[in-house]
């Protein structure tokens, strides 16, 4: 009786209710409409970041220019300053306070340039140098005084350009070696006697000098002894070296 009854009859699954399939499709729908949304921010955002870089690069790029143009033009107007007060110097007409401060400002800037200096200015250093040798016949003290202090400083800096100078500073150095005033005269013989033995070549100031011996004037002839004296000295100590 057992083997002969009927087996369970199984339980069919529910039906899928139509509903829910419209609402699978629309969940892939919205899905899809999300990752289409987010792509197209993140393609956004790139652009975006691309933009901001590209006018970051642009920025920068335009700021480097405007630094190159500012550098530019603050070398041209030190240029130009250098160049007014170069030509300050070519007469005493100027006030003498003008003066010395021209002095002391060009002999600092072009210590600062140092002897490596471009062209032009070479150019300028040369000019100063020779309008020195019209600063020292000024009659005042403090004058002369920053009219030598800066022919010796040029010397050490650039002596080849002192070199082409110095028939004009040693003209005009050496006549106030014999000016009775003190204060004009030892600068002069202490810028005269930096100049012959340490600056200048001998080659360049020993055919002065040796003019200078024949000089009316006892006290400049007296100079130029001592001043031949130590040069042969110092040349002496070489050759024995």
């Known amino acids: 009786a057992t083997c002969c009854a009927p087996a369970p009859r199984s339980r069919a699954a529910p039906p899928f209710p139509a509903g829910a399939a419209v609402f699978c ?10 990752h289409q949304v987010r792509s197209q921010r993140e393609k956004q955002t790139g652009a975006d970041q691309g933009v901001a870089m590209s006018a970051h690069v642009s920025l920068g790029a335009r700021e480097e220019e405007e630094e190159e143009d500012s550098a530019e033009a603050k070398a041209r107007e030190e240029l130009r300053s250098m160049e007014n007060l170069v030509a300050s110097l ?3 007409r100027a006030d003498w306070k003008v003066r010395v401060a021209a002095m002391q400002t060009l002999v600092g800037r072009f210590e600062i340039l140092g002897p490596s200096s471009p062209s032009h200015i070479i150019d300028l250093i040369s000019a100063f140098c020779k309008h020195l040798a019209v600063q ?7 004058v002369v005084r920053e009219a030598c202090d800066s022919i010796e400083r040029m010397g050490v800096l650039h002596p080849k350009l002192a070199a082409l100078a110095a028939d004009e500073l040693f003209e005009s150095l050496l006549k106030l070696t014999y000016v009775t005033k003190e204060a004009i005269r030892l600068p002069a013989e202490r810028c005269l006697a930096a100049l012959a033995a340490k600056s200048l070549p001998p080659a360049c100031t020993l055919p002065l000098l040796l003019r200078g011996a024949t000089d009316v004037h006892p ?4 100079f130029v002894l001592r001043a031949l004296a130590d040069i042969l000295t110092a040349q002496t100590k070489g050759d024995l070296a």
């Open 25 to 34: 499709a629309a969940g892939r729908d919205e899905a899809l409409y999300q």
């Open 90 to 92: 070519q007469d005493i």
């Open 136 to 142: 020292v016949r000024d009659l005042r003290s403090a």
């Open 219 to 222: 006290r400049a002839r007296a």
